[in-house]
Structure formats: structure tokens, C-alpha cells
């Protein structure tokens, strides 16, 4: 099936930056519509970012003017461009694919924001 592999995470001091990686196995990419989510300790899964098939985006609030979500589809990969981090934004970040009937998830990246 297809397997999504995250990179980037890393610890990073508020108003730093940082960009994460996510690469897909199999076939297809070009046509499905990818995301971002994360999960911080003691809080439930968020959406951070989404980008459709034909390139549309949306993002979370909290984010929105300093993430960026792309795709490079000759290389099978979608971007999380991560600026002016907060302490709030430390959280693992999982990489979501909408393959239609088959829906597929990431291990996850550890992004850690912090003084």
C-alpha cells in the first residue's frame, strides 16, 4: 500500500523556522489531496494545513500568514514550511493522504519549539 514518511522535525527556538518533509510511496500522488495535522500533548488531533490535488490550500487559524503547505509532485512529496514557531506549535506533525476508499497516515515528526 502506500507509505508516508515524514522528515524535518526537530527543536527549533520561537521565531525560528523549520521545514517538514513528506514523501509517498506508490502511485497516484498527483491526483489526491494531502495534509498536515499535529498533536500536542493533552490535546486532540488538529488539521494545520491541506492542499488539493489541483494545488487549492486551507489552513488553521493559528497558523494561517506562517506555515506554507506545497507539493512537489515529480518527487512524490509534500512541504510544511514552518515560520516564526512558537512554543505552542511543538507537537508531533503527521502527514495525511486521501487516497479515496484507502486514507493513509504518517509515523509522525517531533517539532519542538523552545528557549
Known amino acids: 500500500q502506500v507509505q508516508l514518511v515524514e522528515s524535518g522535525g526537530g527543536l527549533v527556538q520561537p521565531g525560528g523556522s523549520l521545514r517538514l518533509s513528506c514523501r509517498a510511496s506508490?502511485?497516484?500522488?498527483?491526483?489526491?489531496?494531502m495534509a498536515w495535522y499535529r498533536e500536542a500533548p493533552g490535546k486532540q488531533r488538529e488539521l494545520v494545513a491541506a492542499?488539493?490535488?489541483?494545488?487549492?490550500?486551507n489552513y488553521a487559524g493559528s497558523v494561517k500568514g506562517r506555515f506554507t503547505i506545497s507539493r512537489d509532485n515529480a518527487k512524490n512529496t509534500v512541504y510544511l514550511q514552518m515560520n516564526s514557531l512558537k512554543p505552542e506549535d511543538t507537537a508531533v506533525y503527521l502527514c495525511?493522504?486521501?487516497?479515496?476508499?484507502?486514507?493513509?497516515w504518517g509515523q509522525g515528526t517531533q517539532v519542538t519549539v523552545s528557549s
Open positions: 492542499i488539493t490535488s489541483g494545488g487549492s490550500t
Open positions: 506508490g502511485s497516484f500522488f498527483s491526483t489526491r489531496d
Open positions: 495525511y493522504g486521501d487516497y479515496g476508499l484507502a486514507r493513509f
